[in-house]
């Protein structure tokens, strides 16, 4: 019997496990076996590699040829194990030499004629690969620079079957990335653009200071889609860690990285009829990342809150306290990292002038409250900083080339980089980076001077907060606190975050 090897990966969420894919030519008759718990995808792969195989000019053997993935026992799915399939095959008959292809990870779909294509994941692929100590890998030549975003691996690209043989020899016919080609850079939308509206610049900049989660409610037409938009803006460029971290989940959802790591922070902005699986994650056999993942150390965004459906709004839950999203399935229990910032924009009604001074609202009460209580009362207490957006100061609105803008996003975010240093240096030691990361024990420890505690227990025994919104005023407390320069929260800081918090009263739901 003769047997060769080959290294593929199998993904299970952004964790990779390397795949010794096995090939063994035995008596018997001319018949392909794909054992090791394949999907349906991959079961199919002994069909396509063997047209393609034929497709490229090379002979496919004609006897019992039995193909292993191990471990049998991890559940495999995708396409991208074709290509260390057809390695152990030309290895295992001889065509090419067993040693390149028993110590390279290969990644990559075939077609019938023999070509290489693109597949996703190819990111964490890598990074699985390298933590296991192979060295070496082998992708479609359209994703080398993905896969040279790895340090430590040596890649080798392959355009089609001919490509792969002569890599197997040790000939490599391209390793290195092609140029990028230019790419104008995306203009992020300015703060500037958003004329009045203190109150809520001033809140986004706190909510980007300390990565708190924020609600825009009022009327139509007020600036709150504006503002949300331009959060991403005012936040920090991703460190290295970080943007390997959320690359790696792009990756993948089949994002093109040539141009390299993911830097700026994501934004997200699914539509309200989105599903559940859509927003947080879902699919058959192994979840898929939903778009609290894409938003991972980034924004997610959802416009007209109430017309989510209320399970999307209640599965958002568990990711807002915990920073990650478990998905249980029949193959595999995946969890996909979920530190995002929520920023959610409402009307107050299903008109959206309930409340409007001068506007005449067309619902009636039980419309006003059921609108109100599609967004439930566990979400909303789950939303750091609470902000009535409204029609006053739109004067500045009028045609003037005099009138004064308000501060660029640069501006900005300079602030919010200097507080975020802040905090960093007082959370030193802890596994913690930003303000609302911090749980309510440590918070504890620096509980605010007595002439402020008294502010918390009155709102307390009144029933204006929650247990947890006393944690949450006191993370707003110190974010502005860092923005202002305090070392220690003031009863002015306390005071400024009891309104963040408190002007959520939306439509008569305590927030």
């Keep these: 019997m003769s047997t060769a090897s080959a290294w593929s990966v199998a993904l299970i969420g952004v964790r990779g496990t390397p795949v010794e894919v096995e090939a063994a030519l035995g008596s018997g008759l001319p018949r392909t076996v794909l054992v090791g718990l394949p ?7 002994r069909d396509r590699c063997r047209a393609a195989v034929a497709g490229a000019g090379l002979p496919w053997p004609d006897r019992l040829l039995t193909i292993n993935l191990t471990p049998a026992s991890l559940p495999k799915a995708g396409s991208h194990y074709d290509l260390a399939i057809v390695a152990a095959v030309l290895a295992c008959s001889e065509l090419v030499p ?4 028993s110590s390279s990870v290969l990644l990559g779909e075939l077609g019938l004629d023999g070509r290489v294509r693109a597949v996703r994941g190819v990111l964490p692929a890598l990074v699985a690969a390298r933590s296991a100590g192979i060295e070496r890998a082998i992708v479609p030549a359209e994703q080398i620079g993905e896969a040279e975003l790895v340090t430590g691996v040596t890649v080798w690209g392959v355009r ?36 009045g509206q203190e109150q809520a610049r001033w ?48 990756s993948l959802a089949g994002e093109d990285l040539a141009g390299g790591l993911v830097r700026r922070p994501p934004f997200a902005d699914p539509h309200h009829n989105a599903t559940v699986a859509a927003v947080v994650g879902g699919g058959a056999r192994v ?3 939903g778009a609290v993942s894409l938003a991972h150390w980034g924004v997610l965004f959802l416009d007209e809150a109430p017309e989510f459906s209320p399970r999307v709004l209640d599965a958002l839950r568990t990711p807002l306290e915990s920073g990650r999203i478990t998905i249980a399935r029949s193959a595999a229990t995946v969890t996909y990292p979920a530190r995002f910032q929520l920023v959610l924009a409402a009307n107050p009604c299903p008109c959206g002038t309930y409340g409007t001074p001068g506007a005449e609202c067309r619902c009636t009460p039980m419309a006003v409250r059921r609108y109100a209580q599609r967004l439930s009362g566990p979400v909303l207490d789950r939303i750091d900083i609470h902000v009535r957006v409204t029609g006053e100061g739109t004067a500045r609105l009028a045609p003037n080339p005099g009138a004064q803008q ?32 911090v749980p309510g024990s440590h918070l504890r420890h620096r509980l605010p001077p007595a002439q402020g505690a008294e502010l918390i ?55």
């Excluded at 999907?39 to 792969?45: G, N, R, S």
Aim: hydrophobic content about 45%.
């Design 39 to 45: 999907d349906a995808a991959l079961y199919e792969a």
């Design 98 to 101: 067993r040693a390149v292809a």
């Design 160 to 195: 089609d079957l001919a490509d792969l043989v002569e890599v197997l020899h040790g000939r490599p016919t391209l390793n290195e990335a092609a140029p990028p080609a230019a790419v104008e850079p995306v203009a992020q939308p300015d703060l500037a653009d958003v004329l």
């Design 203 to 250: 809140a986004l900049e706190v909510a980007a200071g300390g990565g708190h989660h924020i609600f825009f409610h009022g009327p139509p037409g007020t600036g709150k889609t504006m503002l949300a938009q331009r959060l991403p803006g005012l936040l920090p460029s991703l460190d290295d860690e970080r943007a390997l971290e959320v690359s790696a989940i792009h």
């Design 287 to 289: 979840a898929r990342p």
């Design 406 to 437: 308000g501060e660029e996003s640069a501006r900005v975010r300079e602030r919010v980089v200097e507080a975020r240093a802040r905090q960093r240096e007082r959370l030193a030691g802890t596994p913690w980076t930003l303000n609302a990361h």
């Design 457 to 511: 227990d009155h709102a307390l025994a009144r029933g204006l907060i929650s247990a947890r919104g006393i944690d949450k005023i006191l993370r707003i407390a110190w974010t502005i606190a860092d923005l202002v320069g305090h070392d220690r929260i003031l009863r002015d800081d306390l005071t400024a975050a009891m309104g963040l918090r408190r002007d959520g009263a939306w439509a008569g739901v305590a927030a």
